[in-house]
């Protein structure tokens, strides 16, 4: 049972190329109660072109594509710009000179994390825009996690599941 000042939470999916890891993100949003996911650029949709379900997307989502609340954008400034307007804090997960350790982030209101591109990951404007930076260390000699990793690791961390 949900607690009614629960904050919602949202993902922003921004560019992401590989269909099967914004699969897994959707399933990992469903399990963790995620309140909606945006789409951003050329990120895959649960839908094709002519309004029907992608069975490759649908595969890695196990069909949490259908339980949890999606939108499309094409640019991710416009987005970002609309939940801020809304009160929304918008955190971005990248490495960065400014970011903190996901570990000591907490949820104080309502807030959209932004996951992107798998190889260039969040843009520097959008990084210059947010209201937060935050990463997850890295302690070998790989910089970086997969997306769709970096997702589960996050969410199911700050939300305390």
Known sequence: MLKKD???VFVILDNIRSVHNVGAIFRTADACGV???FLVGYTPQPLDRFGRMRKDLSKSALGAEKNIEWEYYKEI???VDVLKKNGVEVVAIEQNKKSI???????????????????????KNILESVDK????????KKESLNVSVSAGIVLFRILNI
């Open 6 to 8: 629960k904050k919602k």
């Open 35 to 37: 309140s909606k996911i």
């Open 77 to 79: 400034t416009e987005l």
């Open 101 to 123: 350790d996901y570990k000591k982030f907490g949820l104080k209101k309502d807030t959209a994390f932004i996951l992107g591109n798998e190889v260039d990951g969040v843009s």
């Open 133 to 140: 930076i935050i990463e997850i260390p890295m302690v070998g």
